[in-house]
């Protein structure tokens, strides 16, 4: 029940993956709750978020299945010497989904068109000139710049092409590197969602946040067109530069933040190598709903020991970053995920779950390095691998 002295029990800013999860699933478990989004554009953004099938539990996939509209049962890597069928499932979530859903589920608790001005933990002040007062606030708006990450960046522009016929493409292309590799290491994400449909996005892993849409437009042309695709229209163009962490002090980017709950990139909660967040996503949502006390200062703490937790335990994947970006050739980026894609499925599905085996770490930096020996020597060195083993 809402207390007199303030205007909802959770606040949530910012309309995003993390916080949309968050009130929805606060819906599901604590009803009695008030809890209201105040997002300045459109809930849920101009985004797909995809994720792979093991990387959810269970009883995680039974409460997002409304939310997801695009699903298959395997997918496909193609490298300029490695071509293969992964057999793990794959399955997307649009942004026009997860409004309908959440819209739906919440109405008038979801205020959008309106910018915040300043946030505390238990106010948000809009640009209307109105001041809510919440228990908590929990601000996902998103990944901010941070002097206590060290980041590179997957950069990418992708659209959704309706073609003139069929392009008879029956699974996903997570990763096409057969083409031109620059800025870094590059590839193209294909995703078929209907016989005519495809959503294409050029991606590059670069050291620089810098996006030019019309030379990535023009790539997805020359892309269509070498398949032998050829484009009706251009039904919907979405772009996005995503955090790929290298390194930090997890413990000062949580002190910056003075005591503010963040949800989502603005809590460093994504796949280190990947990416991906909607995984950690929901698995916040569900810490957040099975709260007895939805205070700011205990929402805080959890979050962020939540957060801290979870980086401290992916620290390997930090070290493999560091040898995609600091011990090859922008050019010869590629060779590392061609490497890696060589080792078997339900290895590469811990990978993407981010739940590996000692014996996979040991497995994944087997085998003749992809990379120049003495680079990868300095570069693992100088993450600690040799101290650490792959603890």
């Avoid at 478990?29 to 997002?39: A, D, K, S, T, Y």
């Avoid at 909660?269 to 929901?282: C, I, K, N």
């Avoid at 007895?292 to 979870?310: L, N, Y």
Wanted: contains cysteine.
């Amino acid at each position: 029940m809402t207390m007199p002295d303030r205007d909802c029990d959770i606040a949530l800013v910012g309309g995003g993956l993390a916080n949309g999860l968050i009130a929805w699933r606060l819906r599901q478990r604590r009803p009695e709750l008030l809890v209201r989004i105040f997002e300045a554009g459109a809930i849920g953004g101009n985004h797909t978020w995809s994720f792979h099938a093991g990387d959810i539990s269970a009883e995680t996939a039974a409460w997002l299945e409304p939310f997801v509209c695009h699903r298959w049962s395997d997918y496909e890597v193609r490298f300029p010497a490695r071509r293969r069928v992964i057999g793990t499932g794959y399955q997307s979530v649009t942004s026009e989904r997860f409004r309908q859903v959440l819209s739906a589920t919440l109405g008038d608790a979801i205020e959008t068109g309106f910018a915040v001005e300043h946030l505390t933990a238990n106010t948000v002040v809009l640009a209307d000139g109105r001041t809510i007062r919440a228990a908590c606030v929990i601000d996902g708006r998103g990944f901010t710049p941070t002097p206590h990450l060290q980041l590179g960046f997957q950069k990418f522009l992708g659209q959704e092409a309706e073609l003139a016929a069929p392009h008879r493409l029956v699974r996903p292309i997570i990763m096409d590197a057969t083409v031109p590799q620059r800025d870094g290491y590059r590839f193209v994400y294909v995703l078929p969602l209907s016989t005519t449909r495809l959503l294409v996005e050029d991606t590059y892993y670069a050291d620089g946040p810098d996006l030019d849409p019309d030379r990535l437009r023009t790539s997805i042309d020359a892309y269509l067109a070498s398949h032998g695709w050829q484009m009706k229209a251009v039904e919907r163009e979405e772009h996005g530069v995503l955090p790929i962490a290298l390194g930090g002090d997890i413990q000062a980017f949580w002190e910056e933040k003075q005591g503010q709950p963040s949800s989502g990139l603005a809590a460093a909660l994504f796949h280190p190598t990947t990416g991906y967040s909607l995984p950690d996503a929901v698995r916040l949502a569900d810490c957040i709903a099975a709260l007895p006390d939805i205070a700011s200062p205990s929402v805080f703490t959890t979050i962020r020991d939540h957060s801290i937790a979870t980086w401290k335990e992916r620290s390997y994947f930090r070290m493999l970053n560091k040898l995609l970006f600091l011990a090859g050739e922008p050019a010869e980026r590629y060779r590392i995920l061609e490497h890696f894609h060589r080792l078997p499925d339900g290895l590469i599905a811990r990978f993407y779950a981010g739940r590996l085996r000692l014996s996979d770490k040991l497995r994944i930096l087997s085998g003749k390095p992809p990379v120049p020996v003495g680079r990868a020597v300095r570069v693992l060195a100088g993450a600690g691998f040799f101290r650490r083993a792959v603890a």
